[in-house]
Nanobody, 124 residues
Framework: QVQLVESGGGLVQAGGSLRLSCAAS????????MGWFRQAPGKEREFVAA????????YYADSVKGRFTISRDNAKNTVYLQMNSLKPVDTATYYC?????????????????WGRGTQVTVSS
């Protein structure tokens, strides 16, 4: 079992920045690929970004490419999502997830463990 705890959400004005963190409980954190997803009210959960176990490869949804950056610190068992130039459409609950399966990074069912989420609200 891997427990994931997100933090760093909040209220920010459009154009502002936030950095989300996701702390993992397991010391074998480095074995897991990590992803960030988000879900806005009334909408389906969607892929935001992912990072391979080594941190050498990263993947982004087109909607956040160039604005968001995913990174990880395996020594701290933590993955981050730096969000810049935030827009009201980025408002959602953001979830981090961990996977070992060799599935596409954007596939929700490919992730084994999920955090409870952190709310991000971007005002216009």
């Amino acid at each position: 079992q891997v427990q994931l705890v997100e933090s760093g959400g909040g209220l920010v004005q459009a154009g502002g920045s936030l950095r989300l963190s996701c702390a993992a409980s397991k010391r074998t954190f480095s074995n897991y690929g990590m992803g960030w997803f988000r879900q806005a009210p009334g909408k389906e959960r969607e892929f935001v970004a992912a990072i391979a176990w080594s941190g050498g490869s990263t993947y982004y949804a087109d909607s956040v490419k160039g604005r968001f950056t995913i990174s990880r610190d395996n020594a701290k068992n933590t993955v981050y999502l730096q969000m810049n130039s935030l827009k009201p459409v980025d408002t959602a609950t953001y979830y981090c997830a961990a996977k070992t399966k060799l599935t596409a990074w954007g596939i929700i069912s490919g992730y084994d463990y999920w955090g409870r989420g952190t709310q991000v609200t971007v005002s216009s």
